[in-house]
């Protein structure tokens, strides 16, 4: 899948001549000619870097940066016309991620912009990995709050994926039903006890040909089990 660069940008040959070099390189281009709509695309679209100047129409790339860091820590590389190391250090205390002084070469700015995607993307995927439960088939992710069958995204209900999770962390561990209430539903929930079976019966339908990996233990609970 490409990855997404906004380049906020209102110099038109500048933002042109990024782009061109991005999209050689097989990236989808958003370009924005001042901060207002920079922080507007930012906001509607799914964006992996932003290429951002500092001189900018409407809203600074100061303050364009500070607005993203409060939401997001998306990588940002920052450009200026100005050489002045206080523009620089500013821009390190908005954590921007990289800096490139104009002019520059458009073709080290797109190898930047590749080192810190891959190395930023490549910590995600770990964390992600190692967040993720596989069991006979069904795996879980606890980052992403997805589940897989075969490979296969099902959709399940937030309860349903907090019960999928509590059964397989605890394979072969019967669970009470009084077990399975306080920790998926919280110590204070007052409901029947009996929201449980509801609960296992709906999730055993979406886990389809997996069904049968939760145990009934007639008298006690429920157990995962993958022997």
């Known amino acids: 899948m490409k990855r997404t660069i906004l380049i906020i940008e209102d ?5 042109n001549i990024i782009a061109d070099y991005f999209t050689m390189n097989e990236y989808k281009i958003l370009i924005a000619p001042d901060g207002k709509v920079g922080l507007q695309m930012f906001e509607e679209e799914s964006v992996d870097l932003i290429i951002l100047d500092i001189m900018l129409p409407e809203i600074d790339g100061f303050s364009v ?18 050489s002045e190391v ?13 800096y490139m002084t104009k002019p520059f070469n458009p073709e080290i700015l797109v190898a930047k912009s590749k ?16 967040e993720t439960l596989t069991l006979k088939g069904v795996t879980i992710n606890k980052l992403t709050r997805e589940v897989w069958i075969d490979s296969t995204s099902i959709e399940l209900e937030p309860k349903q994926f907090d019960l999928l999770l509590y059964l397989m962390e605890n394979k072969h561990i019967v ?7 306080n920790e998926v539903w919280g110590y204070d929930y007052f409901g029947s006890a ?6 296992v019966k ?13 145990k009934t233990v007639f008298g006690l609970g429920y157990k995962f089990e993958v022997e």
């Open 202 to 214: 709906k999730l055993r339908k979406n886990l389809q040909h997996k069904a049968y990996l939760i």
């Open 115 to 130: 080192v810190l995607l891959d190395r930023i993307y490549t910590v995600k995927k770990e964390d992600s990995d190692k």
């Open 65 to 82: 940066c500070r607005r993203i860091r409060k939401k997001s820590d998306i990588p940002i590389i920052m450009l200026t016309a100005r």
């Open 86 to 98: 206080e523009d620089q250090l500013m821009g390190y205390e908005f954590k921007v991620d990289d």
């Open 11 to 15: 110099e038109v040959k500048i933002a």
């Open 175 to 181: 669970l009470s039903r009084d077990q399975i209430l």
């Open 194 to 199: 009996r929201v449980v079976d509801a609960q």
